[in-house]
């Protein structure tokens, strides 16, 4: 039995987490990123979670825990926010630019969302940490 | 075989180990607590120390749980979300926890994504069982040290 996979099931939740939190960072950065094409605009990203489960073959107990794997970065297909803004240096021949596809609020939101879950994980792994150390301790004293 | 020293121990070499188990799903919950269509689950803590400790009794598996838990084969009926776990154990050992044992948790409010990971309730969870560990490693500590009062007779 390794009680260090609980190590490797944390640091996968942190990860992920902080994927997460790029892409927020990403999305908010380019928030105001406007561009005089419809196609060529920013779109707004998410990460694509997915449970891994302990893939050891044969052994039951091992099946039962997960870590968590980025799968993929997903582009929001919905369309470009249009802003009549003629005086804008990029704007096209009708006067248009196009705002990214990024609603703020929902990407703070996520932000929130996504830093708990990181310190969520962070407790866990200081927890065990300090478990396993008195642990090792056992017989002693 | 159980020596005399297992017996010594009485049950807490078998509750720390379960209460390492534990703690490893319920970091799993707490890690995949944003994951579309992952479904948390736990151990039947009583259920699976009767079963580790030897002593089965039918009684005692039920009733006074307080967790909620639910078999994994009639929650793998029931919902036919495309979460595709499948708890396929076999050949648990002495000691080891019997993979039916591991449950899923009947979510209290369902989440759009198919995740059933409350977060409150794994960390509320997940604190309680640490300090269960602790308990059970202060039980062995002291018990051992008993012995070694005994043995070195000072």
Redesign the interface.
């Known amino acids: 039995?390794s009680?260090f996979?609980?190590f490797d099931?944390?640091g996968?939740?942190m990860s992920?987490?902080s994927v997460?939190l790029n892409t927020v960072a990403s999305n908010l950065a380019n928030a105001d990123s406007v561009s005089g094409d419809p196609n060529n605009v920013y779109k707004a990203k998410h990460p694509i979670?997915?449970?891994v489960?302990g893939s050891v073959a044969?052994?039951?107990?091992d099946?039962?825990?997960?870590?968590?794997s980025v799968t993929g970065i997903s582009e929001s297909q919905a369309a470009p926010e249009t802003r009549y803004d003629p005086g804008n240096p990029l704007a096209d021949a009708q006067g248009n630019v196009y705002a990214p596809n990024v609603n703020v609020v929902e990407e703070m939101a996520d932000m929130i969302?996504?830093s708990?879950?990181y310190q969520?994980?962070v407790?866990?792994l200081n927890?065990?940490r300090d478990?396993m150390l008195?642990?090792l301790k056992?017989?002693q004293s | 075989m159980r020596t005399s020293l297992d017996n010594y121990l009485g049950i807490h070499p078998q509750a720390l180990q379960l209460e390492a188990k534990r703690n490893e799903l319920l970091a799993a919950n707490l890690a995949n607590v944003d994951t579309p269509n992952y479904k948390a689950r736990d151990i039947d803590f009583k259920a699976a120390l009767s079963a580790a400790s030897g002593e089965s009794n039918a009684a005692s598996s039920g009733g006074s749980s307080a967790l909620t838990l639910r078999n994994t084969e009639s929650s793998a009926a029931g919902t036919a979300a495309a979460g595709g776990v499948s708890a396929t154990g076999t050949g648990a050992s002495d000691g080891d926890i019997d993979s039916s044992t591991v449950k899923y948790r009947v979510p209290m409010a369902s989440a759009l994504d198919g995740n059933t990971v409350d977060e409150q309730l794994e960390q509320s969870a997940f604190a309680e069982n640490s300090v269960r560990y602790q308990a059970s490693l202060q039980f062995i500590n002291s018990a051992l040290r008993d012995l070694m009062t005994a043995i070195t007779g000072s």
């Open positions: 039995m009680s996979k609980i099931i944390a996968s939740g992920a987490q997460r979670f997915q449970a489960m044969g052994l039951g107990h099946q039962s825990t997960a870590q968590v969302s996504a708990r879950s969520n994980d407790e866990v927890t065990s478990m008195a642990t056992l017989g």
